[in-house]
């Protein structure tokens, strides 16, 4: 059996380093992930006047609960959608001007609903080149809060970054969503809100549910980051494709914030045998993975993990629900599609949805990532069963896991 340690959750390191900054007083957050997307929100932050110290293990932020420490900034968002949708909602708390741009990949990101709420409770914001895209010039002159009603069908995240701003408002936030995916997210930022002393309120209505945010501020804590579940699949899925396969990742169990720990239940319908413990999650092969169609509008990160495995299953897989992996670091359900034709499998997709049908992958072929972290690492598990597999930009995992082909191809052997 291969314990493995996974790197911190990026989710909860990013709403982590927003809270710590928003917070009165100093915030140490334990086991931190370092990676580009974590380490560009800490840069983030320091460019609008935060004192962050980056120690190997932990990361000490000082609060400023009156919003940023300098009344101008020039802020680069690199690739991260976190960085490149929280943190205009932290500048837009304080007192100064804020512009914000990200790499091309992250300006063809879409951030239009969340630019419009913040316009709606009255903060100064301008679009530089496109309507709803980085970049964008941020002019703060505090919150005093109100209601709104949000679509958030596009990304969980624009409601993520409302939410955390509640607490800095004036007179406090009331946010009423009429559409959301990725909900188990918005579970994460709840949970995590509180633990640095926010108090939230949600009611069901007709127009959908209203997440009541009182203008408590936050309070600095010590906060241990658990590892990154999305990051965790991978592994998972590496374990239930190959016979004999085991692994089990600490730090995941029952108590985990993370919605996408849920990939194991899918493991579990395919044949794989999942065991959740109190602080761990084991994944073994029973040498059997059926197909299934299954909706993955909560957990769409490990859309491309299944995915990839999918050939290897004894009847076709369809994902449904996903339209928004069409939006993330690149056209996901076309990369997967136009990668597994490339490997010989027959694909169909849809607006929505994919469905893969049984087959030998074969090689050789060279992945077209998209700079997109979560393809190389999922095809990364194809490849266990298909020689002569490459990858245009192997590096772009260092987004989220800087070490992965080490980490793997250690694991691998070992499996
Ligand atoms: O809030 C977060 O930390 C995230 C929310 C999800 O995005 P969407 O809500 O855009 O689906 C997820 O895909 C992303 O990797 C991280
Ligand atoms: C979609 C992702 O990232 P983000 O939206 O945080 O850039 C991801 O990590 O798969």
Redesign the pocket.
Known sequence: MTVIDIPGS??VT??ALFLAAAAEGTTTLLRPLRSDDTEGFAEGLKALGYAVRQEPGAWHIEGRPAGPGVAEADVYCRDG??TARFLPALAAAGHGTFRFDASPQMRRRPLGPLTTALRELGVELAHGEREGHHPLTVTGRGIKGGALRLD?G????YL?ALLMLGPLTADGLAVTVTDL??EP?VE??LAMMRAFGAEIAREDGPEGRTYTVAPTGYRATTYAIEPDA?TSSYFFAAAALTPGGAVTVPGLGTGALQGDLGFVDVLRRMGADVTIGADRTTVRSTGTLRGLTVNMRDI??TMPTLAAIAPFADGPVRIEDVA?TR??ECDRLDACAENLRALGITVDTGPDWIEIHPGTPAGPAEIATHGDHRIVMSFAVTALRTPGVTFDDPGCVRKTFPDFHTVFEAFARGL
């Open positions: 990026k989710s990013a709403r959608a976190t958030a596009q990304s969980s995240q993520t995916v990725s997210y994460i930022t999305s769409s990160d928004n939006v993330k």
